[in-house]
């Protein structure tokens, strides 16, 4: 079976499934035989990282100060490698602005950025909050969209980004009315203490509707003696899974701690059901549901449905007699000054911004910010991040050419790349890309969508039969890739970047004079898009693909164009971030 990219005036790239090669390029067109980018992402398997996720000792880590950020002048290539972990994707022009400054004054820039516009806010300016939407979800994809493509703030965007896929909700996991506006105001929750504190992160997420709709404990009720009834656990259980603790007793560094030569587990069955009569008696707001309001509000506790017996839960016990609030206080005090907060929250950023497997000292000296950020304060985002993206690890230049680092990078940021890239507007605030789900036809991920709690992919999967797997090393992005997956992927790209969405439109007049070079075109592709880590094997091949193209006609030039962005960014080396 053959997958064709897109149809256009000049035939360009085709796919076949059976035998990973297309038919020999036809006059102006290019086939995936000559190019080698077939299973793009599936190549990049063994360029993705080192320094297991389950390794043992380890011990406490000395929480030595992380390095000097580089000083100017960065290089271009420098440059676009820091902004590609820090950011939702950046321009030529992004990229000659920080070589004028200094990673750490553009951090201090980007962490004191106020936010341009709340996704609530949005909705609002754009007419959702219409009582026509009750029903529906309209706005909301148009809304994620617009945040993480056009916003300044593109640091916060990145982590916020990150932080909703740890602390997962999904508007197509639970029923209410104004879904987009519950969203909204999560998300608000979580972008609002992108910079704050983890503790505050956490205080957000256990107070949202949101949550509570999502991890089933709105109108959760103490456990009634005659029926047999006990509270709702989900919360509870999954709050110290996957949101604060793990499951493995983790040593500052996020080895595991061992007994016996097996890993020592957090949290017993009986701490979650202490834990979970924490949880009952909270509801919305109010019962005014004539407007999506009520859902931004933080959730009520009603007393009469409130577990008010002794509550013990981990090495923590809540006096008989407690109400609601303070022994929501006290249960989220406790649990985020365990001891494995920092490791297990600082592992899993270091993943989604940096590379797949963080040496345990990269962790260590993170999870060490994390416990104390120099000034007595746990949890300090803007420490945290700022103590990620400057560590050695990060920024170390013999990295790029490592083949135990690095990690895949997930199908949003590859889109939201291409369009800040290429300035990407949507004059009406439409942002018509939609879900973009579909592992047929799209990305096979969308922000705010994801298929349940442990979102698109665990911070701990490695894909089964590899040598990743064989080495015990995770490659969590991976847990979307399969064969259909990537055709879908390079399919519906060479789409958008030939036509956009809808009204979403790209500029490419910064290319338009290197055109007829492809040699130069190629290059600046590969600094803005790649940090100049295709290789110069790679560039070859594909310079050859290009030249097959004739330029003679303004379709050859545009389907030259088209096809360099399309080939650049369905090149493995493109694919694997270091």
């Not at 639970?174 to 992160?201: K, P, T």
């Not at 834990?275 to 019962?287: K, Q």
């Not at 590859?414 to 890239?421: I, K, V």
Request: negative net charge; charged residues 15%; proline residues 6%.
């Amino acid at each position: 079976m053959t997958e064709r990219i897109a149809d256009s005036d000049e035939p360009m790239l085709a796919f076949d499934l059976a035998t990973d090669e297309g038919p020999a390029a036809p006059q102006g067109g290019l086939s995936v035989r000559d190019v080698g980018v077939a299973l793009a992402a599936t190549l990049a398997l063994e360029a993705c990282g080192e320094g297991g996720s389950s390794s043992s000792g380890g011990g406490t880590p000395t929480p030595t100060p992380t390095p000097t950020p580089t000083t100017p002048p960065l290089t271009a290539a420098q440059a676009s490698r820091f902004l590609t972990q820090a950011t939702m994707g950046a321009s030529k022009t992004d990229i000659t602005n920080l070589q004028g400054t200094t990673i750490d004054a553009w951090l201090t820039t980007q962490l004191g950025l106020a936010r341009p516009q709340k996704f609530w806010d949005f909705l609002v300016s754009n007419g959702y909050r219409d009582i026509a939407n009750i029903n529906n979800q309209a706005g909301f994809d148009a809304m994620v969209w617009a945040q993480l493509i056009s916003s300044s703030d593109t640091l916060r965007q990145r982590v916020g980004l990150a932080l909703l896929d740890m602390l997962v909700v999904s508007i197509d996991g639970f029923s209410s009315s104004f879904e987009q506006f519950v969203m909204a105001a999560y998300l608000d929750g979580l972008w609002d203490n992108a910079f704050g504190n983890y503790r505050d992160i956490l205080e957000a997420v256990a107070s949202s509707a949101a949550m509570a709709y999502y991890l089933t404990f709105l109108g959760n009720t103490k456990a009634n003696a005659t029926t047999g009834s006990v509270p709702d656990e989900n919360f509870a259980r999954e709050l110290m899974q996957l949101f604060t603790l793990g499951l493995y007793q983790l040593n500052p560094d996020g080895t595991q701690v061992l007994s016996g030569g097996k890993p020592v587990e957090t949290y017993t069955q009986a701490d979650v059901s202490g834990l979970a009569r924490v949880w009952t008696g909270w509801n919305l707001a109010n019962n005014d549901n004539t407007t999506p309001d009520r859902m931004r509000l933080p959730l009520v506790n009603v007393a009469s449905q409130h577990e008010t017996g002794v509550t013990t839960f981990l090495t923590t016990t809540i006096p008989a007699g407690t109400d609601g609030p303070t022994s929501k206080k006290l249960a989220l005090d406790a649990i985020f000054a365990h001891a494995n907060v920092p490791p297990f929250i600082s592992k899993q950023l270091i993943q989604h911004l940096v590379t797949s497997n963080p040496s345990p000292a990269y962790v260590g000296r993170v999870s060490a910010v994390f416990a104390n950020n120099g000034n007595g304060v746990r949890g300090d985002m803007k420490a945290v991040i700022r103590a990620i993206l400057t560590d050695s690890e990060a920024r170390s230049d013999a990295n790029v050419t490592s083949t135990s680092f690095g990690k895949l990078r997930e199908p949003v940021v590859r889109l939201t790349q291409w369009a800040r890239a290429f300035n990407v507007t949507s004059p009406t605030n439409l942002w018509p890309f939609g879900n973009t789900n579909s592992t047929a036809t799209r990305l096979g991920e969308s922000p705010g969508r994801a298929p349940s709690v442990f979102n698109f992919f665990r911070p701990g999967y490695t894909p089964p039969g590899s040598s990743i797997s064989a080495q015990g090393l995770v490659a969590p992005e991976f847990q979307i890739v399969n064969e259909p997956s990537v055709v879908a992927y390079i399919n519906y790209m060479q789409t958008l970047i030939t036509s956009g969405a809808g009204e979403a439109k790209a500029d490419y007049s910064s290319l338009t004079s290197l055109i007829a070079d492809s040699q130069a075109l190629l290059n600046e592709l590969n600094l803005v898009l790649a940090a100049n880590q295709i290789s110069a094997a790679t560039i070859t091949s594909l310079k050859a693909a290009l030249d097959s193209i004739a330029v003679t006609t303004t379709a050859g030039q545009t389907n030259r164009l088209i096809a360099a962005i399309t080939l650049v960014m369905a090149a493995p080396e493109y694919l694997v971030q270091k």
